[in-house]
């Protein structure tokens, strides 16, 4: 369990570490593999969300899923126009609640560069394991201006 200190201070450093939904590139289930190829090579993306015709979350997809789903279905380029991203989004990632603590991001954010925020089926946002990491950065350099630390016998 995080120390109620610590995760004060490192929460002080961030109104909140979502990125809202309106401020995140993603991508519709119905969009083509080629689309998917584009944004993410354009824009240099991992990965982004995938959401559907009503704006829920679907799960995530990156140029490593479509590069394994090429690979085995033997792809070619009018091939790829003619898929779309809903058979081969990641549903295996994990997502958070808006309310999730900060020991909760932490842990699943080990594995993934961004964690998809979500109330229900609504797609909030996500958080990014960079912020977090800048504000355990700023917790490392300042936190003994504000607390001191004491070795126990």
């Known amino acids: 369990m995080i120390d109620k200190n610590i995760e004060e201070f490192i929460l002080s450093r961030s109104d909140t570490f979502i990125v809202p939904a ?11 593999i080629a689309h998917a190829k584009l944004l993410l090579s354009q824009y240099k993306y991992s990965r982004v969300p995938v959401l559907n015709n009503q704006k829920e979350y679907v799960g995530v997809l990156g140029l490593t899923e479509i590069v394994e789903f090429e690979m085995e279905h033997d792809f070619f380029y009018e091939k790829s ?10 549903k ?9 603590t900060l020991e909760e991001i932490m842990n699943k954010l080990i594995k993934e560069p961004f964690l998809p925020v979500v109330k229900g089926q609504e797609f909030i946002g996500i ?4 912020e977090i990491l800048k504000a355990f950065n700023a917790f490392s350099h300042d936190f003994t201006k504000y607390y001191e630390i004491t070795k126990r016998n």
């Open 22 to 32: 309106k401020n995140v590139a993603v991508l519709y289930a119905e969009h083509n």
């Open 81 to 90: 126009q003619n898929t779309t991203i809903s058979e081969i989004v990641n």
């Open 92 to 100: 295996e990632v994990p997502t958070l609640r808006p309310s999730a």
């Open 127 to 130: 958080i990014v394991r960079q």
